[in-house]
Structures are given as C-alpha cells and as structure tokens.
C-alpha cells in the first residue's frame, strides 16, 4: 500500500509564534502574560511567561506535550499558508532542537475515499470501459 510521509520543522522562533497565534484563538491555551521564552526539551515544549501584576512580575513555566502542540502548530501553517492536508495523521514530536510536524497519508483505498474498481472516476473514464 502505498503512503506518504511529509515532515515540516519548526525552531523556537517558529515555535514561539504558533504558540502565541494559537493563545490568542484559544484564550483559555495559557494565562494572559508576556511569552517570555520558549525551549524545546525531550519530552516537551517549556514556555514561560511573564505575569505582570500591579507591582510585581513573575515568571511561571509551563509545559506543553508535543500531542497537544500539534493544534497550534497547524494553525500557524494554515496562517502562513503552508499547504496542509487535511486527511492523514497528523503527529507532533521533537527532533534534535526542532520540533516535527509529520504527517503520513496512505493511498486513497485506506481512507475509503475511493474503492477498489472506482477509479476510473478519476482518470475522467466510464466506469466498465478503458
């Protein structure tokens, strides 16, 4: 069967403004705050974020998993009109010091998208002919 498998990086900057993006669409991603830093760690995405309060600031970490990142990294590539599909799975991990947004799309038959004999809508053929 066949499939395919794309892989798209992103570094801490990428990362930073998919991060941010996404918390302006979903307020309730991460307290309001100054996003301070970003650090790309084995396991998770670390981000920290400045609270500014009336007199004080603090700085709070927080951890993102990589399987919930993937949301936010998406809707910086369909900001960024970095051509997605929409079928397929879609998984987030780190690599190195980048993050990976993979994506792996089988033949169409595994979606069930088309069956086995259906085909000839594709080629513009009636079917039984050709």
Excluded at 35 to 51: N, S, T
Excluded at 95 to 105: K, P, Q, R
């Amino acid at each position: 069967m066949p499939h395919e498998l794309r892989k798209i990086y992103f570094n801490a900057i990428d990362l930073t403004h998919a991060v941010e993006r996404f918390r302006n669409e979903k307020p309730q991603f991460l307290p309001p705050g100054k996003l301070h830093h970003v650090d790309i760690l084995p396991d998770h995405l670390l981000v920290r974020m400045e609270l500014t309060y009336v007199d004080n600031t603090h700085l709070l970490d927080y951890k993102i998993d990589y399987d919930k990142l993937a949301d936010a990294i998406i809707g910086f590539c369909i900001e960024r009109r970095i051509p997605l599909p929409s079928a397929g799975k879609k998984v987030s991990y780190v690599e190195g010091d980048e993050v990976v947004l993979e994506i792996v799309l089988a033949d169409e038959t595994a979606y069930g998208f088309a069956k086995p004999g259906e085909w000839s809508r594709l080629r513009g053929v009636a079917a039984g002919t050709g």
